[in-house]
């Protein structure tokens, strides 16, 4: 992002830049929601995935997570599904495509300034994820009797951090990503594979080696991060502080990265 400095970021704000940023986010969201094939893979998936897993788990139990139901097990880790699919998978989608079509390059050179547009676009990436997550603890609630969390303030907390670090490291993937072309495929294989090492579909003995090398990804801790404040395991605190600090390393390396690599220009000029 080093291609001008933008004075814009150190004056005070104003209400009109308020108002800019709040039109920039209409639009981005206005942008997300017309693409319906978009919409649905982002936002219908996590909804879709979580609705057959919870119908097929019946009343199944896991002896090594406190007896929990399969159900109380799976809403948690939707709703961290639902902020990664917002934040790493669209986000890196749609910055590469965005790149390689020229459409940051003619934004940065439009008089709305850098600061607006890297806001809304997040403003817009965290709206996705919120709307995803509100959905997921509903269906939970109310389709499996699965409760609420029981410390709102934690899952807050983990919500802030997974949404600002998973952001981060979108950004950072999608400076690796060479074209348009391959951003889909490539972000969703790699998106899938962490799901898949890191327990989302079927949960991992903490014993495994699976689950111990899921321990090197952000995936899992994200995971075990958000299914802290619902209390599913019998004395294990509502604050994962080991896992929210592993997420965050991750994130601000990814930061580091984004600022390093990020370009506005298509790479094939």
């Known amino acids: ?26 639009y981005e969201q206005m942008a997300f929601w017309i693409n319906r094939a ?6 219908g998936f996590s909804v879709l995935f979580l609705v057959l897993l919870g119908a097929s788990a019946g009343n199944s139990r896991i002896s090594y997570l406190g007896n929990i139901r399969l159900v109380q097990y799976y809403v948690p880790g939707f ?19 965005r790149r390689e079509t020229g459409l940051l390059k ?15 676009i997040f403003v817009s990436t965290m709206i996705v994820a919120l709307v995803q997550v509100v959905l997921l603890l509903a269906i ?3 389709g499996y009797a699965v409760s609420f969390p029981h410390a709102w303030a934690a899952f807050a ?12 490291i979108g950004v950072a993937f999608s400076t690796f990503i060479p074209n348009q072309e391959s951003a889909g495929p490539i972000t969703s294989a790699v998106f899938f594979v ?9 949960p991992l003995n903490p014993k495994s080696g699976l689950a111990k090398f899921s321990n090197f990804f952000p995936v899992h801790h994200f995971i075990r991060a958000v299914d802290a404040p619902f209390k599913l395991q019998p004395g294990v605190s ?25 370009r506005w220009a298509p790479r094939r000029s």
């Not at 978009?38 to 936002?43: D, H, L, R, S």
């Not at 003619?106 to 809304?120: D, E, G, H, I, N």
């Open 140 to 142: 939970g609630r109310y």
């Open 157 to 168: 907390v983990v919500l802030v951090v997974g949404i600002v670090s998973f952001s981060a």
């Open 238 to 262: 509502v604050w994962a502080w080991h896992d929210l600090f592993v997420v965050a390393i991750w994130g601000a390396v990814a930061f580091v990265i984004a600022l390093r690599r990020f």
């Open 194 to 202: 962490l799901l898949f090492l890191s327990g989302l579909w079927f």
């Open 106 to 120: 003619r934004l940065r050179l439009s008089p709305l300034p850098t600061w607006v547009l890297l806001v809304s």
């Open 1 to 26: 992002m080093n291609e001008r400095t933008d004075t814009s970021a150190h004056r005070n704000f104003a209400p009109a830049d308020i108002r800019l940023v709040a039109h920039q986010v209409r």
């Open 38 to 43: 978009g919409a649905i893979f982002t936002v």
């Open 79 to 97: 709703v961290a599904y639902g902020v990664m699919a917002a934040c790493f998978d669209m986000l890196a989608t749609i910055l590469v495509v």
